[in-house]
């Protein structure tokens, strides 16, 4: 028995961006395995139309699928609209499945992922499985495949995301005075927070902060200064740099003198620290330079 129309089983796939890839070859497995028996969303391959609200129509996806994929790597896991995602499925009674790709294996993931029978894409027994389970709730017959077409079709992950605990990557933090071009000929002067990527790796950035002294909070930056847009995040590849601007003025801290090293994050939670001391004569430089234009 086939599925058409509305009454085809959605395979909702979950993933991180750096996923996307993975999970578009999922999709793809799926669909010319299965022919038109199911509908597979994958959020950023074309499953969102231009217009749409992304965040109603993922959610719209997910409480209409009758089967959640999630594609677990060692990034993915600490993600939590990932977990959101599985989540919301399960409380909703869906099968989630765990997919560990490359460096995940089912027996590392961690609470609630390993609460579920997880599949490992690098196992042929468990891809001829994951046909089978997904066939089943289509109403279809699974086909007699060679899983190592998936396996051959997945793109190859960086090996280093191992070690990814063990050796950090080699991303510089500076901050330093900068100047912009202000109105009617007048200058601007901002803290320059950078990141610059000297590794043969890309990473994945999330928002910046500054560390407080004596305080275990931080402040965070989500908004440039100059252009008055979010900070971007994301990836960061090698022999870039990224580079943020913010006004002391706008701080929020009583006394800026306060702030100490200028951390940026990745999405696998890893930090790259700048020093303290270059915040320091950041400010010190911002603030002389200040006075001199009120003079």
Not at 36 to 54: H, L, T
Not at 213 to 221: D, Y
Not at 266 to 289: H, M, Q
Request: charge should be negative.
């Amino acid at each position: 028995m086939s599925q058409t129309g509305k009454d085809k089983p959605i395979v909702f796939v979950s993933h991180v961006e750096e996923d996307a890839a993975v999970a578009s070859e999922i999709k793809n497995w799926l669909e010319d395995n299965l022919l038109v028996g199911v509908e597979v969303f994958v959020s950023s391959d074309y499953g969102i139309k231009p217009g749409d609200k992304w965040e109603e129509r993922i959610i719209e996806k997910l409480k209409n699928c009758r089967i959640a994929l999630v594609v677990c790597t060692q990034m993915s896991v600490k993600q939590p609209w990932v977990n959101f995602e599985a989540g919301g499925a399960w409380v909703k009674g869906v099968r989630v499945i765990p997919l560990c790709y490359h460096g995940q294996r089912k027996e590392t993931l961690p609470r609630p992922l390993s609460r579920l029978d997880a599949l490992d894409l690098s196992e042929p027994d468990d891809i001829s499985e994951l046909l089978k389970i997904i066939a089943e709730e289509a109403g279809l017959r699974a086909p007699e495949i060679d899983p190592k077409g998936l396996m051959e079709r997945l793109p190859q992950r960086n090996y280093e995301e191992l070690t990814a605990d063990v050796k950090l990557p080699d991303i510089r933090v500076k901050d330093n005075l900068a100047m912009a071009s202000g109105g009617q000929g007048g200058v601007l002067r901002f803290l320059s927070l950078e990141a610059q990527n000297h590794d043969k790796n890309s990473v994945f950035l999330g928002y910046p902060s500054i560390a407080i002294q004596n305080s275990r909070e931080r402040l965070a930056i989500v908004r440039d200064s100059a252009f008055h847009l979010p900070v971007p995040t994301g990836e960061l590849k090698s022999g870039d740099s990224r580079s943020i601007l913010v006004d002391p003025t706008e701080i929020g801290i009583e006394n800026i003198k306060r702030l100490r090293e200028v951390i940026f994050p990745d999405k696998i939670g890893r930090e790259f620290k700048g020093s303290a001391e270059d915040t320091l004569n950041a400010i010190k430089a911002w603030k002389s330079a200040s006075q001199k234009d009120r003079k």
